[in-house]
DNA sequence: TATGAATGAGGATTCATTCAT
DNA sequence: GATGAATGAATCCTCATTCAT
């Protein structure tokens, strides 16, 4: 037993994808310790035994989901943004709402990644999908960089700085709200510091 | 009926810091999670019921252990950094090894860290426990930029950012080797963008 | 997340119901601090973690138990005996097999009842199941009595008395024959204090 | 070990004393199963260790202090009650005042006898500690009513239902109180009732 | 396929009792 | 004698996973 079908009939396909969602939601919200597989499947409208068939075990429903998840993030939201970028010159006057659309996106719809912050430094399988997913980022940064003409010096790391800083900016969003910092300030301190990397500072835009 | 003790005979504090140490280095090390109460009494080489005479519950052991721990790294580790600077004149020969002490510090000793953040973003006691080291910590900051005659603007937000660029270049750290990436050039970076903040930038010194 | 499951299904029901009568009976032989949860498993022959899936907690399948058990006696043993009576008349004549009936069931279904009485004085739940139990029983009595003529004053007290005597006969019989008493004589006082509250003295008839 | 000491010193006796009123008081306020070992020695003002050098076990500390307990009782408050009465005639006038004595006391300080029923009926040692107990007030009614003139045939039953009908009288004095019930009026039912055991009905005095 | 009943290992905590000092 | 720290067995309940239908 214990093998786990890969869903090729749409309605089998349907199925897997309500036990994704649910069990995303459910653990996003009330954590992954808090959750169990019961509610998952009761949240999903199916019977506990047939997670089974589609998941090898509680973790993959969470491994799963974040995979769905980040796949539609980064192709649909993120990569789109680099996408955009034809020319050097263009940073100035992009960069700033570039930012500010990945802290938006943070706080409004992912907010709870704070659980999968936790989870990736709590579980290795989750830790190696995250990290998957930033190497990844980080690949499509550095291309767009080269793209745009940058040296190929210390790029790689130029890349996985912009990416951090980003990622950074967006967790210190939630604490600089929490203890009444302005947060206009450390935003703008965040930009310069890429629009730095990227070497373009005194050129920045106010916007 | 569950009263904790407050050990005051030396016998009585060594095992209660043996259940500490005991406690910590598992829970670190396996996670809190997969860490059970039996294990840490055995590790500790006592028995497990004695646990609950010195903690409330086995969180109680954990956020004790953090106490402790970081109560030594602030006064010990941390604060004594900012007490050895006496001007601004000084910053751009001394930054340079505070910083890397602390880099140092993190690998060294506190690598297992990752576990403590990830508890923070999971549980609500610990997430207080860390928001309260944070902010005493930030405060010292503060306080040592007015000490060395910094303006009062945005002092806070300045000592929230250089406190963050620190932990988030130790625990990039971790990662950065862990994907071959050059950390000096990172480290470089970090420290030029603290610098910034401390407008002494273009004064620094190379080491 | 702990929700009770109302079984439907034939073999469901016959589950609970051995959980019931297995906890039932093994709280009344041993007493409710002396039973665990696996041995009433166990002896059910069910797994111990099913028994969460039909009662809250181990005192819940006592209240349950204790319902189902009190429910049958009331309803087919207790009100069918004063459904019988139509007349005041017949009083002096069925009363005496009545009560004998009663004492019988103690001797030979209830004896157990010790444990129910003492979990009453211990448990405040068990104390208001038993209440509960007692009232009904009690205003049952007093409809008889008003069915059958009887003035409307004390009415209450005098069906608490007759029941509280009833009751407490049936008490005294085990007693009574642990200390060789002559346990007739008994009866037939207490057979008595009934009549005499029911104004049939002098009317009694002999058996 | 195990070897328990019987106190001949004075201090020794005390502190076995405080320890027998401290887990009487607890037993009766919280319950048997609700206070521990740890609990009285503190109340008693005593280490917990010392407990066992003067009693066997935690059960032990509960029989000795019912000891203490009913032996007063018995001699101190229910014997010389009856050892006042020196005539079958002086009976009418004084049983309402004796009765109405047990009630009281029974209400004042015995309504913790529910927690000692209930682990009587729980309990084998209770229990036969109980019965000793009960069978020595009934032998001495028994004698009181030989001393009076009584006839000896079924005096033992005689003796056992007037104890049982004061008992039973104090029993539900509480709970007709908490139905709202007239006490009174089952009062001087049970008056009645020894009244009518002792043939002295139609005597009876109003009070 | 699908159901949901059933399994049973696992874990935090309590507490009567013992024992080193 | 006295202390109170230490022991460790015992127990209720949860929940990921399996399996009979």
Redesign the interface.
């Known amino acids: 037993m214990g093998i786990i079908k890969e869903p090729k009939q749409e309605r089998s396909i349907e199925k897997r994808n309500k036990i994704l969602e649910a069990g995303y939601k459910l653990i996003l919200e009330k ?1 992954y ?1 808090n959750t ?1 597989t019961a ?1 998952i499947a009761k949240a999903a409208g199916v019977s506990s035994g047939i997670v089974y068939r589609y998941f090898k075990d509680k973790k993959d429903i969470l491994l799963q989901a974040m995979q769905a998840h980040f796949e539609d993030l980064m192709y649909n939201r993120i990569f789109v943004q680099f996408e955009n970028l034809t020319s050097k010159e263009e940073i100035p006057a992009l960069l700033p709402s570039i930012l500010q659309y990945f802290v938006e996106m943070h706080n409004y719809g992912l907010k709870e990644i ?2 999968l ?6 579980d290795d399988d989750v830790q190696e999908f995250m ?1 998957y997913f930033r ?1 990844r980022t980080c690949t499509v940064i550095e291309e767009t960089m080269i793209r745009l003409g940058y040296g190929e010096e ?1 790029t ?2 130029k890349a ?2 912009i990416w ?1 800083l980003a990622n ?1 900016l967006c967790d ?1 969003s939630v604490l ?1 709200r929490h ?1 009444n ?2 947060f206009d ?2 935003f703008q ?1 965040s930009l310069e ?1 890429i629009m730095d ?1 990227l070497e373009c500072k005194g050129l920045e835009h106010t916007f």
Do not use: C, R, S
């Open positions: 954590g310790y169990n509610e704070n659980e912050t936790a989870l990736a430094l709590l990290e190497n210390h790689k790391e996985f700085m951090q950074h210190d600089v203890l910092l302005d300030f450390i301190h510091q990397i």
